[in-house]
């Protein structure tokens, strides 16, 4: 129903002046659930941390970080985990039955999120030569890539009410056929009854508390990529879309020039049926950039690699990879990544179109103070750019980019230190080493038109007019990290070379790598220079790998890094068109956005992020757990832009709801109540230049 000027400004006059016009009870912000999630892979014969076996995923609950959290939010005791499983299943230790299977682990440390529902894709080198074939018909030398359903987990975790430290785990595994008969003759209690070369109900080596979940964890491709002696593991991957990820690649194997190195894979969905990969070309392994996929046994779907580019940052070598983030604003996919050159790192911007049949990464010019020539296409980092932007000596650990679009520095402290050197510790650089810090630099415009007639588009740091990467006002420079006293147990400077990225609050989740294969935590917030978390020895994930942590919260519609209104929005407009307006198929988009796992988008999907992440309802715009006045004030302000009249109709139809329990004697109206109140203000005339709020004409 339309909602006329009188009723408008009667309804706003009465909340601004006393907030309890209509009646309502506040009611205490719900909180959706906030994970941390870390890849491990340990080297052998390190202790395992309960619940958090070798060659898998492991996932935290971190909501109350810097809400209050006093400590043990992690204390080697995560909610669950994923076992990634074996590649190879190889029967049991000495040939005995004794319940204790080994085998060929998958060797993994990179994966990826999908912001809008948690679900995880994950990537394991997998040894060896292409093309070919180990006994279980797994092709070698490329990646195995696998999806991973973690809201599927989360539900059966919580509605089975199973004990923290639960391991899921894939139901099948290869095994070779000999294997199997092997168990069979020994009447091993891992036989499944069928020699067949499939190994089904076979718990993780050494812990027995796994969850089967079908089709929650699935190997869904094999693709393409370099291989080189140089780095094994040095990869990461992010989300683009259900069909498209990115993956950056260090290994630069034995291309030619040397300099085509660090690379950009995109890796896409060809068919939701196994089958339809493109193998790489040969020879193998020259030229060691393959592209292409196979397909095993145990696909589902087929997945192509293609590089998209070769990074080429530092012109005189080979590129040493120094972290690397996507960027999706405003329409423009891209990534930042770092080289590392010794005395310094540079860091550089690419822009990726994947629209065609062949990707690509354009590295766009960086605006910089005019000097008469073209802007530089890469930047230097210096120790402290808000003093000095010209000298090449600060050294990055990891990129991010946050909610605004700003490009956020992890600066190191780990390969600034010659460790055991005399204190003061003397970094690579020549500079006395420190803690890490954090700089960031405001981005204003990752499109901007060419403005020197190099034929390239700009990105543009904020600032005044005519203001570059080359000035100090887009930079912003914290203190060191203050790692210091009773949160520390070691004299060394923090290593950051683990690093996860709230997008949400800001926040730095910094593993610190102690002597041995134990780690602490520290979360540190740069826009207070503060630590707002930290536990000694939380957990062992070894260091075998750099793996990858990320810090996200499913119902993150719009990926903006935290669970908005919008977000409420955003998946109601995707259940209207799940073609995202186009820019993908339906089921793409059913895939994207579907958050009860039936793979479609139905207002189920709405029910489960309205009311089962945020635990509110329609109209509670400001996301406090009920719907009441304040609400048709945020309401008021956004109109026109934010909300619209079908906004307001789930603000009237759900006033009064709580999710708190009301103070005694507290009357809420009904929702019918309600609309008779605001019947009875429809049809009364009113002329006139509206009403002043706060000052201002409404």
Same mark, same amino acid.
């Given at each position: 129903?339309?909602?006329?000027?009188?009723?408008?400004?009667?309804?706003?006059?009465?909340?601004?002046?006393?907030?309890?016009?209509?009646?309502?009870?506040?009611?205490?912000?719900?909180?959706?659930?906030?994970?941390?999630?870390?890849?491990?892979?340990?080297?052998?014969?390190?202790?395992?941390?309960?619940?958090?076996?070798?060659?898998?995923?492991?996932?935290?609950?971190?909501?109350?970080?810097?809400?209050?959290?006093?400590?043990?939010?992690?204390?080697?005791?995560?909610?669950?985990?994923?076992?990634?499983?074996?590649?190879?299943?190889?029967?049991?230790?000495?040939?005995?039955?004794?319940?204790?299977?080994?085998?060929?682990?998958?060797?993994?440390?990179?994966?990826?999120?999908?912001?809008?529902?948690?679900?995880?894709?994950?990537?394991?080198?997998?040894?060896?030569?292409?093309?070919?074939?180990?006994?279980?018909?797994?092709?070698?030398?490329?990646?195995?890539?696998?999806?991973?359903?973690?809201?599927?987990?989360?539900?059966?975790?919580?509605?089975?009410?199973?004990?923290?430290?639960?391991?899921?785990?894939?139901?099948?595994?290869?095994?070779?056929?000999?294997?199997?008969?092997?168990?069979?003759?020994?009447?091993?209690?891992?036989?499944?009854?069928?020699?067949?070369?499939?190994?089904?109900?076979?718990?993780?080596?050494?812990?027995?508390?796994?969850?089967?979940?079908?089709?929650?964890?699935?190997?869904?491709?094999?693709?393409?990529?370099?291989?080189?002696?140089?780095?094994?593991?040095?990869?990461?991957?992010?989300?683009?879309?259900?069909?498209?990820?990115?993956?950056?690649?260090?290994?630069?194997?034995?291309?030619?020039?040397?300099?085509?190195?660090?690379?950009?894979?995109?890796?896409?969905?060809?068919?939701?049926?196994?089958?339809?990969?493109?193998?790489?070309?040969?020879?193998?392994?020259?030229?060691?950039?393959?592209?292409?996929?196979?397909?095993?046994?145990?696909?589902?779907?087929?997945?192509?690699?293609?590089?998209?580019?070769?990074?080429?940052?530092?012109?005189?070598?080979?590129?040493?990879?120094?972290?690397?983030?996507?960027?999706?604003?405003?329409?423009?996919?891209?990534?930042?990544?770092?080289?590392?050159?010794?005395?310094?790192?540079?860091?550089?911007?690419?822009?990726?179109?994947?629209?065609?049949?062949?990707?690509?990464?354009?590295?766009?010019?960086?605006?910089?103070?005019?000097?008469?020539?073209?802007?530089?296409?890469?930047?230097?980092?210096?120790?402290?750019?808000?003093?000095?932007?010209?000298?090449?000596?600060?050294?990055?650990?990891?990129?991010?980019?946050?909610?605004?679009?700003?490009?956020?520095?992890?600066?190191?402290?780990?390969?600034?230190?010659?460790?055991?050197?005399?204190?003061?510790?003397?970094?690579?650089?020549?500079?006395?080493?420190?803690?890490?810090?954090?700089?960031?630099?405001?981005?204003?415009?990752?499109?901007?038109?060419?403005?020197?007639?190099?034929?390239?588009?700009?990105?543009?740091?904020?600032?005044?007019?005519?203001?570059?990467?080359?000035?100090?006002?887009?930079?912003?420079? #914290?203190?060191?990290?203050?790692?210091? &006293?009773? +949160? =520390?147990?070691?004299? *060394? $400077? %923090?290593?950051?070379?683990?690093? @996860?990225?709230?997008?949400?609050?800001?926040?730095?989740?910094?593993?610190?790598?102690?002597?041995?294969?134990?780690?602490?935590?520290?979360?540190?917030?740069?826009?207070?220079?503060?630590?707002?978390?930290?536990?000694?020895?939380?957990?062992?994930?070894?260091?075998?790998?750099?793996? #990858?942590?990320?810090?996200?919260?499913? &119902?993150? +519609? =719009?990926?903006?890094? *935290? $669970? %908005?209104?919008?977000?409420?929005? @955003?998946?109601?407009?995707?259940?209207?068109?799940?073609?995202?307006?186009?820019?993908?198929?339906?089921?793409?988009?059913?895939?994207?956005?579907?958050?009860?796992?039936?793979?479609?988008?139905?207002?189920?999907?709405?029910?489960?992020?309205?009311?089962?992440?945020?635990?509110?309802?329609?109209?509670?715009?400001?996301?406090? &757990?009920?719907? =009441?006045?304040?609400?048709?004030?945020?309401?008021?302000?956004?109109?026109?832009?934010?909300?619209?009249?079908?906004?307001?109709?789930?603000?009237?139809?759900?006033?009064?709801?709580?999710?708190?329990?009301?103070?005694?004697?507290?009357?809420?109206?009904?929702?019918?109540?309600?609309?008779?109140?605001?019947?009875?203000?429809?049809?009364?005339?009113?002329?006139?230049?509206?009403?002043?709020?706060? &000052?201002?004409?409404?």
């Amino acid at each position: 129903m339309e909602i006329n000027r009188r009723l408008f400004c009667t309804l706003s006059m009465c909340i601004f002046v006393t907030g309890h016009c209509l009646g309502f009870a506040q009611a205490a912000a719900p909180a959706p659930q906030k994970i941390f999630a870390v890849s491990q892979t340990q080297p052998g014969g390190v202790a395992e941390v309960p619940g958090a076996p070798s060659d898998s995923l492991i996932f935290y609950d971190v909501t109350s970080v810097g809400n209050g959290a006093a400590s043990g939010v992690f204390n080697n005791d995560p909610l669950f985990s994923v076992w990634m499983g074996f590649e190879i299943f190889q029967g049991e230790r000495n040939g005995l039955p004794e319940g204790l299977p080994f085998g060929n682990r998958e060797e993994f440390s990179a994966f990826t999120v999908n912001p809008a529902n948690g679900t995880i894709y994950a990537i394991a080198f997998d040894s060896g030569a292409p093309p070919a074939v180990d006994p279980v018909g797994d092709s070698q030398g490329d990646f195995d890539l696998y999806r991973i359903d973690y809201q599927a987990m989360l539900k059966d975790f919580t509605d089975n009410a199973r004990p923290k430290g639960t391991i899921y785990a894939p139901k099948t595994l290869n095994i070779e056929v000999s294997e199997e008969q092997f168990l069979s003759n020994i009447s091993s209690p891992l036989f499944d009854g069928v020699v067949d070369g499939l190994a089904n109900d076979i718990p993780h080596p050494s812990l027995v508390n796994t969850v089967h979940l079908p089709g929650a964890f699935q190997k869904i491709g094999e693709v393409g990529r370099s291989q080189s002696p140089a780095s094994f593991f040095d990869y990461q991957i992010d989300f683009v879309n259900p069909e498209q990820l990115v993956m950056m690649d260090a290994n630069f194997g034995t291309a030619t020039p040397a300099t085509q190195d660090f690379n950009v894979r995109v890796l896409s969905r060809v068919s939701t049926s196994p089958g339809a990969a493109t193998p790489p070309t040969p020879p193998f392994p020259a030229p060691a950039d393959q592209q292409g996929g196979y397909n095993s046994v145990s696909n589902t779907e087929s997945w192509n690699s293609k590089i998209a580019g070769f990074l080429n940052l530092d012109a005189a070598g080979i590129t040493t990879p120094r972290g690397w983030t996507l960027v999706k604003n405003n329409g423009t996919l891209g990534i930042w990544a770092a080289d590392s050159d010794g005395g310094g790192d540079d860091f550089a911007f690419y822009e990726l179109d994947l629209s065609g049949p062949n990707p690509t990464a354009t590295k766009k010019e960086l605006f910089t103070s005019p000097t008469g020539g073209p802007y530089a296409n890469q930047i230097s980092l210096a120790e402290d750019p808000t003093s000095d932007t010209t000298t090449n000596d600060g050294e990055i650990d990891h990129l991010f980019v946050d909610k605004n679009g700003n490009l956020v520095i992890v600066e190191s402290g780990y390969f600034d230190t010659t460790m055991g050197s005399t204190t003061p510790q003397t970094g690579n650089g020549g500079e006395t080493a420190q803690e890490p810090r954090v700089f960031t630099v405001g981005i204003a415009d990752y499109n901007s038109p060419d403005s020197d007639a190099s034929g390239f588009n700009e990105v543009i740091p904020t600032g005044p007019a005519g203001t570059g990467f080359n000035d100090t006002s887009p930079w912003t420079v #914290t203190a060191s990290i203050p790692v210091t &006293g009773a +949160i =520390d147990n070691d004299t *060394e $400077v %923090t290593n950051s070379t683990r690093v @996860a990225y709230d997008k949400s609050t800001g926040y730095l989740y910094i593993v610190d790598q102690d002597t041995g294969f134990t780690e602490d935590i520290y979360v540190f917030d740069p826009a207070t220079g503060t630590i707002v978390y930290s536990e000694l020895n939380p957990f062992d994930i070894g260091i075998f790998n750099r793996g #990858t942590l990320k810090v996200f919260t499913r &119902g993150d +519609i =719009d990926g903006s890094g *935290e $669970v %908005t209104y919008a977000d409420i929005q @955003a998946l109601a407009d995707g259940i209207a068109d799940p073609t995202l307006g186009g820019t993908v198929s339906a089921s793409v988009g059913a895939e994207w956005y579907d958050l009860t796992s039936d793979g479609a988008l139905t207002a189920a999907d709405l029910s489960e992020l309205v009311t089962n992440i945020l635990g509110t309802a329609l109209g509670d715009f400001d996301l406090d &757990g009920d719907v =009441d006045g304040h609400d048709f004030l945020v309401y008021q302000r956004g109109a026109g832009s934010l909300f619209d009249s079908g906004d307001l109709s789930d603000w009237q139809l759900n006033y009064g709801f709580t999710n708190m329990p009301l103070a005694s004697g507290t009357a809420v109206p009904e929702p019918a109540t309600l609309t008779m109140i605001l019947l009875g203000f429809v049809g009364l005339g009113f002329r006139g230049r509206g009403c002043l709020i706060g &000052g201002k004409r409404a």
